[in-house]
């Protein structure tokens, strides 16, 4: 059995709420490495980058959703092996895709990230 030496993993912040990863039991997620993917994304800067290299055609005054969370969005999914926009549809209600992203409101959808690819 492994020994584990850190009972908590500290994953910063997301507004006034602290992201941590605790061993403990509770509300489970098979998907917590999306933590991980999205601490190396803030430190290497990737959707970040990705959002300032392509054009955003949206009426800005209609945005909702800003460019680089939805790189971020996808970029996640993609690394998750959600493939297709359409996992977007249930992706976009998902608290721990939502925390990786960085808000804690409804993701952009299907339609949305694909209007914003155009």
């Given amino acids: 059995m492994p020994k584990c030496t850190a ?3 500290p994953f910063g912040r997301l507004g006034r709420c602290q992201i941590e990863a605790h061993f403990t039991g509770g509300a489970l997620s098979s998907d917590g490495g999306l933590m991980l993917l999205r601490k190396t994304d803030r430190r290497i800067g990737l959707s970040e980058a990705v959002a300032k290299a392509l054009h955003d ?3 800005p ?3 909702i959703h800003s460019l680089r969370d939805l790189v971020a969005q996808r970029l996640y999914a993609l ?3 959600y493939e297709d926009l359409n996992d977007h549809t249930a992706l976009r209600h998902d608290p721990l895709m939502q925390t990786a992203v960085g808000t804690r409101a409804e993701l ?3 339609p949305t990230l694909h209007r914003s690819t155009a």
């Fill in 108 to 110: 952009g959808s299907c």
């Fill in 7 to 9: 009972a908590e993993l």
């Fill in 57 to 59: 055609p949206r009426d």
């Fill in 61 to 63: 005054d209609r945005i």
């Fill in 79 to 81: 690394c998750y092996g």
